[in-house]
């Protein structure tokens, strides 16, 4: 009769080496914020392949086919998270962008726009910069008594609500020896010009205020 022998146990098992380092690699890659969720599947289903095969295998050792097992399917879950607070870092980051913007936007709309001409003759040709149907455009005032004063009041959301370059100019008469234009936004005089003389003209213009 001849006598049977059970194999000895290896003391290395390359699966389980394998899936040690798939799973590693699989972790490392979960950690990185959003981007992780694309870069672990390769690694981590290789390794949950590699590591099952590790602790099925007779004969060999598999503490680390455990190991790169649980590395592997950890990593997925890791990614999951990762990706899941990158996107709610970008998400906030986004709203408050758009909150600044819109919030520095409408601190910068004008409030009122008052134009004014004063002199010392009867009146004074003038044309300043209006809105008709949310368009920019200029209007005239011919004749205008003086002293003249225009206010315009844009309203949030109109098309020229963060338009900031205004004019106005104004043409005195046969009697007139002094001519003075202003522009004020918001209480701020923006431009102010004088001008001397029998039908003397002054233009104002502010492109920022």
Do not use: H, Q, R
Request: include cysteine.
């Amino acid at each position: 009769m001849t006598d049977a022998t059970t194999p000895a146990a290896s003391s290395k098992n390359g699966l389980a080496i394998a899936a040690l380092v798939l799973g590693i690699v699989a972790l490392l890659g979960a950690m990185i914020p959003i981007f992780g969720i694309f870069l672990v599947w390769a690694p981590a289903l290789v390794g949950i392949g590699l590591g099952i095969g590790a602790v099925v295998k007779k004969n060999a050792p598999k503490l680390l086919g455990w190991i790169g097992l649980g590395l592997s399917v950890a990593s997925v879950f890791v990614a999951i998270v990762s990706a899941a607070i990158g996107v709610g870092v970008v998400s906030t980051a986004v709203d408050s962008a758009v909150s600044e913007a819109s919030a520095s936007a409408a601190a910068a709309m004008p409030k009122e726009i008052v134009y004014e001409v004063t002199g010392d003759g009867g009146s004074a040709d003038i044309t300043y910069s209006s809105m008709t149907g949310g368009n920019w455009g200029s209007e005239n005032a011919n004749g205008s008594p003086l002293p003249f004063s225009k206010t315009l009041t844009p309203e949030a959301g109109d098309a020229w609500s963060t338009f900031s370059s205004f004019s106005l100019m104004a043409i005195g008469t046969a009697d007139t020896t002094t001519l003075t234009c202003t522009i004020t936004v918001d209480g701020k005089v923006v431009s102010t010009k004088t001008s001397t003389g029998a039908y003397t003209s002054v233009l104002c213009s502010s492109s920022s205020y």
